[in-house]
């Protein structure tokens, strides 16, 4: 199985902050892989699919990154609604397993 | 509008069932694949089930294997889970999620449905 590994699991940041999640695959899954965000009590949402597309609807502060083995997610300014949990999936093979995730808190 | 409602959640004792239903709504369900995904207290997420559009290919993680059935009724715009033998380790949140295809990942999710499992 391919094992998705995301740093930091937790950062503390404020408003205004560029912030960088990092997600590496334990093998190359070319850029078969999805971000998703969540928050206390909902459902994950759908981010950025195939490494850099941006979901309909979701804001452009949003980027993707990456392929091969390292991918990054960056929200250029973040904002109160961004203080979340966010997740790495790859799609390359089964099972498509998550990254443990990211819990971005404000500082 | 894309809608996904679980349902069938609930608390059942150790080696007991439990049937999770999915009702789709605002889209061609019979166009899609679908999948469950759960979430257990306080963890991330885990992926459980994939279902081909007219069901004839079924993917299963390796933990529930053997326990866990995936179906759809296309008719009736509906999912299903069915779980045998469940153990504790299988208390979580269950989602539906709609695939958006191969390779692709999922664009939209339930609300969730809770399962406990506890004597």
Known sequence: ?107 | EVQLVESGGGLVQPGGSLRLSCAASGFTFSSYWMSWVRQAPGKGLEWVANIKEDGREKYYVDSVKGRFTVSRDNAKNSLYLQMDSLRAEDTAVYYCARKVGLGLPFDYWGQGSLVTVSS
């Open chain 1, 1 to 107: 199985d391919i094992q998705l590994t995301q740093s930091p699991s937790f950062l503390s940041a404020s408003v205004g902050d560029r912030v960088t999640i990092a997600c590496r695959a334990s093998q190359d899954i070319d850029s078969y892989l999805a971000w998703y965000q969540q928050k206390p009590g909902k459902a994950p949402k759908l981010l950025i699919y195939t490494a850099s597309t941006l979901q309909s609807g979701v804001p452009s502060r949003f980027s993707g990154s990456g392929s091969g083995t390292e991918f990054t997610l960056t929200i250029s300014s973040l904002q109160p609604e961004d203080f979340a949990t966010y997740y790495c999936q790859q799609l390359h093979s089964y099972p498509p397993g998550f990254g443990g995730g990211t819990k971005v808190e404000i500082k």
